[in-house]
């Protein structure tokens, strides 16, 4: 773990706060584990007061540092602009960054950054198995739908959920 004053850094999920985990866990209703972990940069000083941190998984970025928690999937991800903050840019045209009110250590930045390079790398990385999961996914949600067991709008929030729309 990295620590520069009140940030702590790390590449090990076992290494993340309890708290970071506890809130990942409630908000995304992810478990942090090396399987789908990255990073995790967070401030100690405010995790007594709800957290400010950021999470990088192979899948998605979690972040609460500017207010309410925030979930950018990783394959929505368009370019990041690394400034004296850095800002996520999506294919929606969304902007998003991370920490925008607290800066954050120059030399932590390019680390984050990093990070979700890599994880864009292995989303962009191709894997005819997350193809043919998500056709599998799909397709079970499909027959539910065509039975009658879920609507028509859960069956295109899950779709959405899927796909990473």
């Known amino acids: ?44 000083n405010f995790l007594s007061k709800g957290g400010v941190f950021l999470v990088v998984t192979k899948t998605a970025i979690y972040d609460n540092s500017n207010g309410p928690f925030e979930q950018i999937n990783i394959n929505t991800i368009n370019s990041i602009e690394n400034v004296l903050q850095f800002t996520i840019n999506t294919t929606s045209g969304k902007s998003f960054t991370p920490f925008k009110t607290v800066f954050i250590d120059k030399n932590i930045r390019p680390l984050i950054v990093g990070d979700i390079n890599e994880a864009l790398s292995k989303t962009n990385a191709p894997d005819n198995s997350s193809a043919t999961s998500q056709a599998d996914e799909l397709s079970k949600f499909k027959v539910l739908l065509d039975n009658g067991t879920i609507t028509q709008e859960d069956y295109d929030k899950k779709k959405k959920q899927i796909l990473g729309i």
């Open 1 to 44: 773990m990295e620590k520069r004053g009140q940030y702590r850094y790390t590449k090990d999920a076992n290494e993340v706060h309890d708290k970071v985990k506890t809130l990942t866990m409630k908000y995304a209703g992810i478990s942090l584990d090396q399987s789908n972990f990255i990073s995790a940069l967070w401030i100690e």
